[in-house]
T-cell receptor, first 113, second 113 residues
């Protein structure tokens, strides 16, 4: 069965620091990859996604993620975080356009002003 | 535009009582529908998904069941709640066959006492 791991349970950064959240998945076939964000008190929402093509994808609010197939990774990055980026971030994998989505356990990001 | 509704927003139920959580989607047809449970530090666990009326796939055997009586209605049920059923339940939808990610509802916080 597929699994998704996220390296950090809780990350604490100061504003303007750079961010990288790790995500690794276990499935060896064709995958679609997602990062979702859940701001305090809000719905889960899509941050960015990868389906094919350029492995470096850009999402909303200055976030980007790089798909490295050889490492089964899809790490999320942002060069300079803001206090408003405080949220929980979830990585998810969808197997070859299938119906099943597997989510990682989430990483809580706290940005200190 | 599409919207997704869940109710109730919060629910407190005694052990052994029945459960019915409802999810409805507006503004789209024939969506894929999903029920997840979100537990702190464990991410989202896919419980059920449906690709059409009356079609339910169960990902995790447990005390819960799901039904899809109408195209845009997805119901999560239990005949007798257990303490371990407490959690945050999220409904999500996806355009059938699309490459977009899922859209999530606001969730229901269930506490079983």
């Amino acid at each position: 069965a597929q699994s998704v791991s996220q390296h950090n349970h809780h990350v604490i950064l100061s504003e303007a620091a750079s961010l990288e959240l790790g995500c690794n998945y276990s499935y060896g076939g064709t995958v679609n990859l997602f990062w979702y964000v859940q701001y305090p008190g809000q719905h889960l929402q899509l941050l960015l996604k990868y389906f094919s093509g350029d492995p470096l994808v850009k999402g909303i609010k200055g976030f980007e993620a790089e798909f490295i197939k050889s490492k089964f990774s899809f790490n999320l990055r942002k060069p300079s975080v803001q206090w408003s980026d405080t949220a929980e971030y979830f990585c998810a994998v969808n197997e070859n356009y299938g119906q099943n989505f597997v989510f990682g356990p989430g990483t809580r990001l706290s940005v200190l002003p | 535009s599409q919207t997704i509704h869940q109710w109730p927003a919060t629910l407190v139920q005694p052990v052994g009582s029945p459960l019915s959580l409802e999810c409805t989607v507006e503004g789209t047809s024939n969506p894929n529908l999903y029920w997840y449970r979100q537990a702190a530090g464990r991410g989202l666990q896919l419980l059920f998904y449906s690709v059409g009326i009356g079609q339910i796939s169960s990902e995790v055997p447990q005390n819960l069941s799901a039904s899809r009586p109408q195209d845009r209605q997805f119901i999560l049920s239990s005949k007798k709640l257990l303490l371990s059923d407490s959690g945050f339940y999220l409904c999500a939808w996806k355009i059938w066959g699309s490459t977009h990610g899922q859209f999530f509802g606001p969730g229901t916080r269930l506490t079983v006492l």
